[in-house]
DNA sequence: TTGTAAGCGTTATCAC
DNA sequence: GTGATAACGCTTACAA
């Protein structure tokens, strides 16, 4: 039974070309007008869009031509629309602890960088997540939304319980930050607890027996590095630990935390700051009471951003391989698409000893 | 004439549900299945859950109740493509100047966070662009493909070029950089060249004679401050201005290039430098060769970082009033997908001085 | 190697 | 207020 159904799409676009108008968004081009304008098929166009290995080499061309000189770009949302795969990627930074002059260091822009370059590499759109996206169930939403396919959260900040319920899902999702072998989520990061542990060493190395730690041990990655160096400090038994838990990550709020510490405690011989610029911070405050680094205490921060090297006095510092990051990341979360279990990766972690 | 079509989507979604499995993505569900569990049509739904106020207080709670109860969300895809809004800006960085250890200031990520929330707050989703979009006819195809509604460049970079080119099509776009009247686009930044002028005056103030601007002047911003700094400078007969161009951005590359400069020219008793971090890296490598500042030099930053505040010596600075870009950015963004025409808009500048 | 037909899941339009 | 129907622009089956 034939039908004289006509297709809607079957449309004025070459009438339309003809005013000479330049070519802009008053003016859409789709497949069919395409197709139309090369005497062959939809699907055969969108065979040649997909560099199927099927289409014939002057058919190939013709069509390229004819897509090419009409500016015709394939309607991604309509692709999208039939595909299963979304070919987009939600990116969650925390946001939280770092936006209006709160940024620790320009590390997690760093790392930002690295993940965007590792999706353009697989043709994935990065839909860069809203602040506030904090719960499981808008996450999950998203993926049911055919918004994205699945996530990159940049830190764990305060999601951890988030990021559980979220693993009990089949969300596919990969986490930058700490790695701990009970988590039931892929996650990939420096090994944070050897970070400790090497600060720790170096303290034990200078002498140091009053310790402090700087940082808010809500957060997972902070947390393994106060138990690393705790770990050090507790094998030798004139060596004391104290913490001072700094909420906001900003420099300035480091800074007053420090100088108010300073005025009711010890002075401590040995400081473990959460940053690089938390260090800094730490510096700052306490050359200000005439405590310096390095002759009254010994100071190690965390990340090696550039300038550490170059403050006075320079800072020593634990390293995390951050351009790997991305890559990684990435594919570790592609593969959880791909409906394989992807395992967490802990990088690469070394001190860099400088004066302080 | 009625035709016993059978609607292809009308598909099992009740036998579905009794496997007590979890809502997951393998048991996709659509709005003509919430439709039939609700004893409504399609259309129906769609009115409820884009709040269109004809429906029915009754058909609209029993509908949200059965979208609750399987976890439905609307398919963003088919939503786009229906609709001519795709709901969608791309934001690009110039993360060509900034990856790598290459980032200047925690600024641009401070930008980043402002416009994320404009965003959100009006529904927007943000498309973080891939590097590499750096030529005006693939940013089109964006807009042509419905990736897309506008773009948010941060930064001119080194896109201007293409900037001018972008302009002469109607693509919507917003720039954060330098604000030139003359420019065919809509721009918003700080008044980079009375941060130029007021570097200028604090120079003179401080009785310096021979100044030194460090920055690539081929980033539009970045000339804007020299010119602005040359204007003050040809009003006095005794000073010279130099120009230390450096490419790189870098805190590294920045040190570098500083203490080469010392080595092979006369010491400058003034210097203005692109940003905060980059005075940082001149103080230190200045400190180096026996070049103090304030003692020996006067030194003015960009962009009020927290830590110029309290470095040693504390920085005077010039500062942007961040907060604001990126609520105005996108409403300015807003206006020109509707057809407004956008006018280019200078934020609140001024110096802070301080030690050096 | 290419074409035909049938959806993907929504919303706009118009009828009732 | 609500429903039937027709697009939106593409890709996957399947047929030729």
Redesign the interface.
């Known amino acids: 039974m034939k039908v004289g159904k006509k297709p809607g799409n079957d449309s004025v676009a070459d009438t339309r070309n003809r005013q000479g108008a ?5 003016m ?2 789709n497949m069919g007008d395409i197709a139309r304008l090369a005497n062959v098929s939809k699907p055969t166009v969108s065979r040649v869009l997909n560099d199927s290995p099927l289409v014939n080499k002057d058919t190939r061309e013709r069509v390229l031509e004819v897509a090419r000189a009409h ?8 692709q ?2 039939r595909q299963l795969r ?1 070919s987009t990627i939600a ?1 969650l ?1 925390d ?1 939280g602890s ?4 709160r ?1 620790g ?2 590390f ?3 790392l ?3 993940v ?2 590792a ?2 590499i697989r043709n994935q ?8 996206l904090t719960d499981a169930r808008t996450c ?8 994205a396919d699945g996530f990159i959260f940049l830190g764990q900040g305060e999601r951890e319980p988030m990021l559980h319920e979220l693993a009990r ?3 596919p999702f990969v986490v930058w930050g700490a790695v701990d072998p009970a988590d039931s989520y892929c996650a990939v990061g420096s090994d944070n607890r050897l970070g400790g542990n090497l600060a720790g060493d170096q303290f034990v190395k200078r002498g140091a027996k009053h310790w402090l730690f700087i940082g808010d041990i809500g957060h997972a990655e902070i947390r393994l590095r106060y138990e690393g160096m705790s770990e050090i400090a507790a094998r030798h038994d004139d060596v004391s630990v104290e913490h001072l838990p700094v909420r906001d990550m ?3 709020a480091v ?1 007053e935390a420090a100088a108010a510490w300073l005025k009711n405690h010890r002075a401590p011989d040995a400081v473990f700051a959460f940053s690089d ?1 938390a260090a ?2 730490v510096i ?2 306490f ?1 200000a009471a005439g405590h310096l680094a390095p002759r009254d205490y010994s100071l190690v921060g965390y990340n090696d ?3 550490a ?4 006095p320079s800072i020593t510092t634990i390293e995390q391989e951050t ?1 790997l990051a991305g890559a990684i990341l990435v594919e570790k979360l592609m593969q959880q698409i791909e409906g394989i279990r992807a395992r967490s990766a802990m990088l690469p972690t070394r001190i860099i000893v400088r004066e302080t």
Chains 1, 2 share one sequence.
């Open positions: 330049k070519p802009s968004r008053s859409p081009i500016g015709y770009a394939v309607n991604r949302n309509a999208k629309l979304t990116v930074l946001f770092h936006r209006r002059g940024i260091d320009p997690v822009f760093e930002l960088a690295g965007s370059e999706l353009s759109d990065l839909l860069l997540s809203p602040p506030g999950i939403d998203l993926l049911r939304a055919r918004a899902s089949d969300a900003a420099f300035n800074h610029t800094m911070a700052s405050a050359r951003i550039p300038p090297a170059h403050f006075s351009h």
